[in-house]
């Protein structure tokens, strides 16, 4: 069974730095890889997502992934206070979002 | 936006009752999902469907079941529901075959078995 572990369990950065998460998984065959944040007492919603190894950027988010090492991290450029959040890093065996893995999760406070 | 609907939104029960949590989604997607989100467990995946009329088995199945009658909707049963279950409840939806897939969830259900 796929084990997914999330590092740090919690992380407080001020306003304007950068944030950076990571997320190990168990499975080499692994072939999709994604970040949600959820706020709290809401829903968790999709962030971004990667197939293949290497980085991919989107706006102040970048994911990083390295299969040969079973990591991936997510780094957020320019923290703001409205990024404090639970993000949860999530793998599926096959290319698409079906049965997803999830961690439990690093809760991020930004400080202003 | 892709809409995930589920009621109710609190529910308390009673040890050894039954319990039905439902979910209704309006994207048209073959594929749902019932999660439960616990502190220091993230989420753990209980049941998913990949279309009306078909369930199947999550990582932590034992003592609940799933039914899909519809593409729209899916249920989550406790027959007997226990205070382990006690937990908040996401429903998604997700389509296959999409390169930017992702999952869309519900506003969750809050369960608390007595």
């Known amino acids: 069974q796929q084990k997914v572990q999330q590092s740090p369990e919690s992380l407080i950065v001020p306003e304007g730095a950068m944030t950076s998460l990571n997320c190990t998984f168990s499975?080499?065959?692994?072939?999709?890889f994604a970040w949600y944040r959820q706020h709290s007492g809401k829903a968790p919603k999709a962030l971004m997502s990667i197939f293949s190894n290497g980085e991919k950027e989107e706006g102040r988010f970048t994911i990083h992934l390295n299969k040969a090492s079973l990591h991936f991290s997510l780094h957020i450029r320019d923290s703001q206070p409205s990024d404090s959040a639970l993000y949860l890093c999530?793998?599926?065996?096959?290319?698409?979002?079906?049965?997803?893995?999830f961690g439990s999760g690093t809760k991020v406070i930004v400080l202003p | 936006e892709a809409a995930v609907t589920q009621s109710p939104r609190n529910k308390v029960a009673v040890t050894g009752g039954k319990v039905t949590l439902s979910c209704n989604q309006t994207?048209?997607?073959?594929?749902m999902y019932w999660y439960r989100q616990d502190t220091g467990h993230g989420l753990r995946l209980i049941h998913y469907?990949?279309?009306?009329?078909?369930?199947e088995k999550g990582d932590i199945p034992d003592g609940y079941k799933a039914s899909r009658p519809s593409q729209e909707n899916f249920s989550l049963i406790l027959e007997l529901a226990t205070p382990s279950q006690t937990s908040v409840y996401f429903c998604?939806?997700?389509?296959?075959?999409?390169?930017?897939?992702?999952?869309?969830f519900g506003h969750g259900t809050k369960l608390s078995v007595l």
């Open positions: 994207n048209n997607h073959n594929n």
């Open positions: 999530a793998v599926s065996p096959t290319g698409f979002a079906s049965a997803l893995t």
């Open positions: 499975d080499s065959a692994s072939q999709y």
């Open positions: 469907s990949y279309g009306a009329g078909s369930t």
């Open positions: 998604a939806s997700g389509e296959s075959g999409v390169s930017n897939e992702r999952l869309f």
